[in-house]
């Protein structure tokens, strides 16, 4: 891929955004290849789990603006048309990392700020370098939030927070990200890809199919009701009994030995 490094190690899917030389910012080629992983990725059943992570030593500084970079996206486009154009090929791969039905990590190295930033919230777990920065920048550039930070950020934050974050779009350490609640751990830079790998590894040798209404149950918690929760939770448990997956746990259970996740 042009913009893309991807690895593929025991069921364990490494995408590396790959402009270190901009600090991973992401332009239109960018966009279309994360779309094309996250839909390869989607539909290959060895896959298990998805680790984000960028080059060099930045995570991701957000969309290129840059017209020469992203042709149709800037204040020297081709007018509302085709920015809106762009935008709902952003809005596509926000979508995709949303509904993945595997498990995503990101690995933020460095800087994380706009759509980068996003990007990481858009996963479901953040492992943060202790270098790693984090920002909501549009404000600064004219922007308003995008890459579905609208939505995410206020479920891991609160309210409040996200609109402080959003208006004054203030650049927070990775201490202050684990405080109010928007990475999981902070490890020391050079144990970065070692953490994320064993999170990678552990999550990979669980149920797939378990794992993915798990998944599924918690992102759609904030839109059902309790009762509607109960419900999809039931009609998902029954039909867990009915896998050999759920079948060979048991049975690794009472052989007092670690069950071998078959997907099936």
């Not at 953040?126 to 995008?146: C, H, P, Q, T, Y």
């Not at 992102?219 to 059902?224: G, K, L, R």
Request: proline share 5%; with cysteine.
């Amino acid at each position: 891929m042009e913009t893309l490094l991807v690895d593929r190690a025991d069921g364990v899917v490494t995408v590396t955004l790959n402009r270190p030389e901009k600090k991973n910012a992401i332009n239109g080629p960018m966009w279309r290849e994360l779309i094309e992983v996250f839909d390869e990725v989607a539909d290959t059943p060895s896959d298990r789990v998805l680790v984000i992570t960028g080059a060099g030593d930045g995570f991701c500084s957000g969309a290129d603006l840059a017209p020469g970079d992203n042709p149709d996206l800037g204040v020297e486009a081709g007018g509302i048309g085709s920015t809106f154009r762009q935008m709902r090929v952003v809005g596509r791969a926000a979508l995709r990392l949303h509904h993945l039905p595997q498990p995503s990590i990101a690995a933020v190295n460095g800087v994380a700020a706009g759509a980068g930033l996003n990007l990481a919230l858009g996963c479901d777990l953040i492992v943060a370098s202790e270098r790693a920065r984090f920002s909501e920048i549009f404000s600064k550039r004219g922007l308003n939030v995008d890459f579905g930070g609208s939505w995410l950020l206020p479920r891991l934050v609160g309210l409040h927070k996200a609109k402080e974050l959003v208006f004054f779009a203030d650049i927070i350490d990775a201490a202050e990200a684990e405080r109010i609640g928007i990475v999981n751990r902070v490890v020391p830079a050079d144990d970065l890809a070692k953490i994320s790998g064993e999170l990678a590894v552990r999550l990979a040798a669980l149920p797939p199919i378990q794992l993915s209404i798990s998944k599924r149950l918690l992102n759609q918690s904030f839109s059902v009701s309790m009762a509607d929760a109960l419900e999809f939770e039931d009609t998902a448990q029954s039909m867990n009994f009915a896998s050999k997956d759920t079948a060979e746990a048991m049975v690794a259970f009472l052989q007092k030995r670690e069950p071998k996740f078959s997907g099936e």
